[in-house]
């Protein structure tokens, strides 16, 4: 049965409560999605072969050649700079108001949303959903309700989620416009059982076989189970669209929030988006993932390794002697092949006609060159040169030199960044709505200072629920996100450092100076350029404060 038929049937089922039959169409559809993404899944694996320096067995599957099988690691060092590079401009959020009503609101959550992200140690998550970007093209986060967190009052999780875990409709580039999203999870059988007593004794089969990564481990799935959760969005008859959530395991519902009166008509999440966050390094056309660095540089990786291989295979054989010899020889091969022994005895004369050394001929210069060439283009294709590395070379020893040429050689960093920092957009907004949607009960945050220090603040969403006005309008807050560079790299902190020595070198914080200097700053731009014109303004009304007196 096709896709779109299983959908067509499962939109006339919305008049009936979700079901055993629901369930059953859910399983049909998830297990053609996983069909549809099989090549994606095939390749994350190898991929992931190839962060683990086991590429060999990639390609060369077949071959029983006793090979030193050469292994460098000039793929790895690409993830791990361009990781270094992420980590280095983690971001944070601030909010802005849309409306003037709603600034003291947007203040607040500016303080509270980086609580809420400490929270849920999204560094830790955010460092390793970058790894997984980096080698795979796409990495997950998920932004859910943890009904069960702060001892059952609840709050905000966010999650790494496994792209081998997560299905959607085939063909799409946005998953919101998914017409279905499933994200499964392997559990302990006894565990789901003691925490859901309606599954004891009921045949828990799985809906589908989830792709395994190869394990240096033994994994043993035989007493775990799968567990799927089901994101759908209907259209209700007031043309409006929601978001329902069932939970399932085989043929056994656990939860559908369709089947609870205080969630038909609403929907599960009010933001009515799925809770999940997808951020593409290199997009592909047709589908929400991408493909990753280990896509773009492992085919000069595999040259590298087998010129490598080929090379040092050469080397070993030139550096142990082998020898041509007549079957009369007449020489004692035991004492020959033995290096403790000072002499060796034979029958006859000794010439090379008897007995003549094997020459290994040494590899042709071209294959260095080759070899260097291959090591050139996967630095090249990656955005990884030298100087991205820190290293001096062409003569350039000057440290600012260095931090120049490293700065304008990262732009390919700060376009990857950019993209990340677009989803941790969205993360925020799908917290801004669960914050509006859950918080009911107020709940206190320490809220970080510019200055190191912090301070305590109660929160609820008392603000942020919609409410009618004076002409019985509804109205809803509304809030941007605006990312900024929580930690910054040492160049940053050198390039501002240098700035502010420079301004000031050129007199203009002098009070005499303050109108040229703030028309010099207006047509400038640079972060903290406002604190700057503050800042000179302060000086100037100072000074001529002291002169009237």
């Excluded at 390749?43 to 050649?65: M, N």
């Excluded at 160049?491 to 002098?510: H, P, S, V």
Aim: glycine fraction near 6%.
């Amino acid at each position: 049965m096709k896709i779109n038929e299983l959908l067509k049937g499962k939109e006339a089922s919305r008049k009936r409560k979700i079901g055993e039959s629901e369930i059953a169409l859910a399983a049909e559809v998830l297990r053609e999605y996983k069909e549809a993404k099989s090549s994606l899944e095939n390749r994350i694996v190898e991929d992931e072969q190839w962060w683990k320096l086991r590429h060999w067995d990639t390609f060369r599957k077949d071959d029983k050649k006793d090979s030193s099988r050469s292994v460098s690691a000039w793929l790895f060092n690409t993830l791990a700079q361009k990781h270094a590079d992420a980590m280095d401009s983690y971001p944070e959020a601030s909010v802005l108001p849309r409306d003037k009503d709603d600034v003291e609101e947007a203040e607040k959550l500016s303080g509270i949303l980086p609580a809420i992200i400490e929270h849920n140690n999204f560094e830790e998550i955010y460092s390793d959903n970058w790894w997984y970007k980096l080698k795979h093209g796409s990495c997950a986060y998920g932004v859910f309700w943890n009904s069960s967190a702060e001892n059952g009052l609840g709050d905000i999780g966010i999650k790494k989620i496994d792209l081998l875990n997560i299905f959607w409709e085939p063909g799409i580039t946005d998953i919101q416009k998914s017409r279905n999203l499933f994200i499964v999870d392997l559990r302990d059988k006894d565990v789901l059982e003691s925490e859901y007593p309606l599954l004891r004794g009921k045949e828990l089969g799985n809906a589908i076989d989830i792709k395994q990564y190869i394990y240096d481990d033994t994994v043993d799935t035989k007493d775990k189970v799968l567990v799927v959760d089901w994101y759908y969005k209907i259209r209700t008859e007031d043309g409006k669209n929601i978001l329902h959530y069932a939970k399932f395991v085989g043929k056994n519902l656990l939860f559908a929030s369709e089947n609870l009166p205080e969630y038909e008509g609403r929907g599960w999440y009010d933001h009515g988006e799925y809770p999940v966050v997808l951020d593409t390094l290199f997009p592909e056309e047709g589908t929400p993932a991408g493909f990753g660095l280990v896509a773009v540089t492992k085919n000069p990786q595999m040259y590298i390794d087998r010129l490598n291989d080929a090379m040092l295979d050469n080397a070993l054989m030139a550096a142990k002697p082998r020898y041509f010899a007549k079957i009369s020889a007449g020489v004692n091969e035991q004492e020959f092949l033995d290096w403790s022994r000072p002499i060796v005895h034979v029958e006859g004369d000794i010439n090379e006609e008897r007995l003549r050394p094997i020459n290994v001929a040494s590899l042709p210069s071209s294959c260095m060159n080759i070899l260097q060439m291959k090591i050139d283009e996967l630095k090249e294709t990656s955005s990884n040169s030298d100087f991205n590395r820190g290293n001096a070379i062409g003569g350039v020893t000057a440290a600012s030199a260095i931090a120049a040429l490293q700065e304008a050689g990262n732009k390919v960093s700060r376009d990857m960044l950019k993209a990340s920092y677009r989803a941790f957009t969205r993360i925020n907004y799908l917290c801004i709505e669960l914050i509006r949607q859950f918080y009911t009960e107020r709940r206190s945050f320490r809220i970080a200072l510019p200055d190191g220090g912090y301070r305590f603040s109660d929160y609820s969403n008392e603000k942020l629920i919609i409410q009618k006005d004076e002409k019985s309008l509804y109205r809803k807050s509304v809030f941007d996100i605006a990312v900024k560079t929580q930690k910054k790299s040492p160049y940053t902190r050198l390039a501002q450092n240098e700035l502010a020595k420079e301004l000031f070198k050129l007199g203009f914080f002098n009070p005499e100076n303050a109108a040229q200097s703030l028309a010099a700053l207006e047509i400038m731009d640079f972060e903290g350029k406002r604190s700057i014109e503050e800042k000179i303004r302060e000086i100037s009304e100072r000074t001529k404060e002291n002169e009237g007196r």
